[in-house]
């Protein structure tokens, strides 16, 4: 019961946190607010009875990936944005989309997999079985995902040098 | 244990916790003040009460009694959530930290520490990954050039070195194969060839890993040599130049709560924890393991303040590149060593 409640506020705040970052005009705000919202995310994960999920998700998320979020907008010094009205035809189109696709997969996933309750450590959280699984029984597509990123890295590495800073460098030793 | 018994003993152990931490972090303060002192020829405070050990006591109240001034045009949201923000994470990781074995309290059987999760390690990354945001949203709100400049070398520090201390600490979790703070320290019990303690630091040949990690650690609490963030000579006093009164006082408690929790997990995770010859009676045979592990703690706290008064600062791009291209890779270097010789014994 006690877990129930647990679970449906911090859903709330969840879902509070990701209104908030449209609603704010101040991208500093907005930053913050996914900070809230990946912060009850990681609860849930906990509530789910994954202790290593939500501690992996508080670490990498909530600290690492929006501390350079905040850092890139206090770097830039952004100011609050103007707000526009909208385009009516994304008004009109995207909201009734955003709810019927909502609908849809509420449906699909309650008819295909249907509501039964699971105890607690039934799925795997442990940080062996997630080891297990990543470095065992899905190796070649971790190994894959990993050399995406550092390709990803390197073209970021690319893009951000300056061709004739580094002609310059050469230049002078 | 019963509900109301969980509770009531609960809510004594946080109490008690948060009290000896706060006793620690003002007396962290007197003690640097009286070791830098003697270390530059000078006696530290002597004024209040013997030996100045009243100092703390009245640093408090004249914190409490100045005047809170908030800047105009500060971000006054985030100018008030900061200093809060920083002195609630560097507070509550004290929470997994175990200080020694299980006692019995009138009937009542309990672990030394708040509590024993199976994730610990994590949690103490976890709530200093969120420090951060504490400091660099102090610096952006105040509204400053000063404030701004210390709060940006902050966060990028803090990043940088967070990797290579992580890293650090992976060798440790390799051959004790646990999280949890506690069975680390029950992994180091014992002695090899006779007399050398089973710490990681000896019998792990951890021993790179504890320097990487104490040179990651300078790096994460903002000390001297790479206290960048709020290097007087260049940025007045970096991310904290507009605060005050008790806003100041939290940045500051932050800072040495910070330099305590460092302390501890150095203590449990490389030093054996509360591991130390037991003798005597039952009553001192239950306090002895507590007493080693302050000692082990103490003794860290003051190679900080030796550093302090030792070491000049380092450069900006030195301490990046000191962080990216030399305690990166050694840690990496150390984590694969260690990954191989455990493979290999198993």
């Given at each position: 019961?006690?877990?129930?409640?647990?679970?449906?506020?911090?859903?709330?705040?969840?879902?509070?946190?990701?209104?908030?970052?449209?609603?704010?005009?101040?991208p500093i705000?907005?930053a913050?607010?996914?900070?809230?919202?990946?912060?009850?995310?990681?609860?849930?994960?906990?509530?789910?009875?994954?202790?290593?999920?939500?501690?992996?998700?508080?670490?990498?998320?909530?600290g690492a990936v929006m501390v350079l979020f905040v850092f890139v907008i206090m770097l830039l010094n952004a100011g609050?944005e103007?707000?526009?009205?909208?385009?009516?035809?994304?008004?009109?189109?995207?909201?009734?989309?955003?709810?019927?696709?909502?609908?849809?997969?509420?449906?699909?996933?309650?008819?295909?997999?249907?509501?039964?309750?699971?105890?607690?450590?039934?799925?795997?959280?442990?940080?062996?079985?997630?080891?297990?699984?990543?470095?065992?029984?899905?190796?070649?597509?971790?190994?894959?995902?990993s050399i995406l990123v550092l390709i990803a890295i390197m073209g970021s590495v690319v893009l951000a040098s300056r061709p004739e800073a580094i002609e310059h460098s050469k230049k002078e030793s | 244990?019963?509900?109301?018994?969980?509770?009531?003993?609960?809510?004594?152990?946080?109490?008690?916790?948060?009290?000896?931490?706060?006793?620690?972090?003002?007396?962290?303060?007197?003690?640097?003040?009286?070791?830098?002192?003697?270390?530059?020829?000078?006696?530290?405070?002597?004024?209040?009460?013997?030996?100045?050990?009243?100092?703390?006591?009245?640093?408090?109240?004249?914190?409490?009694?100045?005047?809170?001034?908030?800047?105009?045009?500060?971000?006054?949201?985030?100018?008030?959530?900061?200093?809060?923000?920083?002195?609630?994470?560097?507070?509550?990781?004290?929470?997994?930290?175990?200080?020694?074995?299980?006692?019995?309290?009138?009937?009542?059987?309990?672990?030394?520490?708040?509590?024993?999760?199976?994730?610990?390690?994590?949690?103490?990354?976890?709530?200093?990954?969120?420090?951060v945001?504490?400091v660099a949203?102090?610096g952006w709100?105040s509204n400053s050039k000063y404030s701004l400049l210390g709060g940006l070398r902050a966060s990028a520090q803090m990043i940088s070195y967070e990797i290579a201390l992580g890293l650090s600490?992976?060798?440790?979790?390799?051959?004790?194969?646990?999280?949890?703070?506690?069975?680390?320290?029950?992994?180091?019990?014992?002695?090899?060839?006779?007399?050398?303690?089973?710490?990681?630091?000896?019998?792990?040949?951890?021993?790179?890993?504890?320097?990487i990690?104490?040179m990651a650690?300078y790096a994460e609490?903002n000390r001297i040599p790479f206290d960048l963030p709020e290097a007087e000579t260049e940025l007045v006093a970096g991310y904290?130049t507009?605060?005050?009164?008790?806003?100041?006082?939290?940045?500051?408690?932050?800072?040495?709560?910070?330099?305590?929790?460092?302390?501890?997990?150095?203590?449990?995770?490389?030093?054996?924890?509360?591991?130390?010859?037991?003798?005597?009676?039952?009553?001192?045979?239950?306090?002895?393991?507590?007493?080693?592990?302050?000692?082990?703690?103490?003794?860290?706290?003051?190679?900080?303040?030796?550093?302090?008064?030792?070491l000049p600062r380092f450069r900006y791009d030195q301490l990046m590149a000191f962080g990216w291209k030399f305690l990166l890779p050694l840690a990496i270097a150390?984590?694969?060593?260690?990954?191989?010789?455990?493979?290999?014994?198993?």
């Amino acid at each position: 019961m006690l877990h129930l409640i647990l679970f449906s506020v911090f859903g709330l705040i969840c879902v509070a946190g990701a209104v908030n970052l449209l609603v704010q005009s101040h991208p500093i705000n907005s930053a913050l607010s996914l900070v809230v919202v990946m912060g009850s995310l990681a609860v849930e994960y906990l509530l789910l009875g994954a202790e290593f999920v939500a501690a992996v998700q508080v670490i990498v998320y909530a600290g690492a990936v929006m501390v350079l979020f905040v850092f890139v907008i206090m770097l830039l010094n952004a100011g609050a944005e103007e707000h526009t009205k909208g385009s009516i035809i994304a008004l009109a189109l995207g909201v009734p989309g955003m709810l019927i696709a909502a609908i849809l997969i509420a449906w699909v996933l309650v008819t295909k997999s249907g509501i039964h309750p699971l105890s607690l450590n039934a799925l795997p959280g442990h940080p062996k079985d997630i080891a297990q699984l990543l470095f065992h029984d899905f190796l070649l597509p971790f190994e894959v995902t990993s050399i995406l990123v550092l390709i990803a890295i390197m073209g970021s590495v690319v893009l951000a040098s300056r061709p004739e800073a580094i002609e310059h460098s050469k230049k002078e030793s | 244990m019963s509900l109301t018994t969980f509770i009531i003993v609960a809510v004594i152990k946080v109490a008690l916790t948060l009290f000896i931490l706060l006793t620690a972090v003002a007396y962290t303060v007197w003690l640097e003040r009286k070791v830098v002192g003697r270390m530059q020829n000078r006696w530290g405070p002597t004024r209040v009460g013997p030996f100045g050990l009243l100092q703390p006591a009245a640093d408090g109240v004249k914190f409490l009694f100045k005047e809170d001034l908030t800047p105009p045009y500060v971000y006054k949201p985030l100018y008030i959530a900061a200093p809060i923000i920083a002195v609630v994470c560097a507070l509550t990781s004290i929470a997994v930290v175990p200080v020694g074995n299980w006692v019995t309290v009138a009937g009542v059987s309990t672990p030394l520490q708040i509590t024993d999760v199976n994730i610990g390690l994590l949690v103490i990354l976890g709530i200093t990954s969120i420090g951060v945001y504490g400091v660099a949203l102090s610096g952006w709100a105040s509204n400053s050039k000063y404030s701004l400049l210390g709060g940006l070398r902050a966060s990028a520090q803090m990043i940088s070195y967070e990797i290579a201390l992580g890293l650090s600490l992976v060798g440790v979790l390799i051959l004790s194969g646990t999280f949890s703070l506690r069975g680390i320290v029950d992994a180091q019990a014992g002695h090899f060839w006779g007399f050398i303690p089973n710490w990681n630091i000896f019998r792990g040949c951890q021993f790179v890993a504890f320097f990487i990690y104490l040179m990651a650690a300078y790096a994460e609490t903002n000390r001297i040599p790479f206290d960048l963030p709020e290097a007087e000579t260049e940025l007045v006093a970096g991310y904290h130049t507009e605060y005050s009164a008790m806003k100041f006082a939290m940045f500051f408690m932050a800072e040495y709560a910070n330099m305590i929790t460092v302390a501890c997990i150095a203590s449990l995770l490389f030093l054996g924890g509360w591991h130390g010859p037991l003798f005597g009676p039952p009553i001192l045979q239950a306090i002895l393991p507590v007493l080693w592990f302050v000692l082990r703690v103490v003794a860290f706290l003051f190679v900080y303040i030796w550093v302090r008064g030792t070491l000049p600062r380092f450069r900006y791009d030195q301490l990046m590149a000191f962080g990216w291209k030399f305690l990166l890779p050694l840690a990496i270097a150390n984590l694969v060593i260690t990954a191989l010789v455990v493979a290999l014994r198993a």
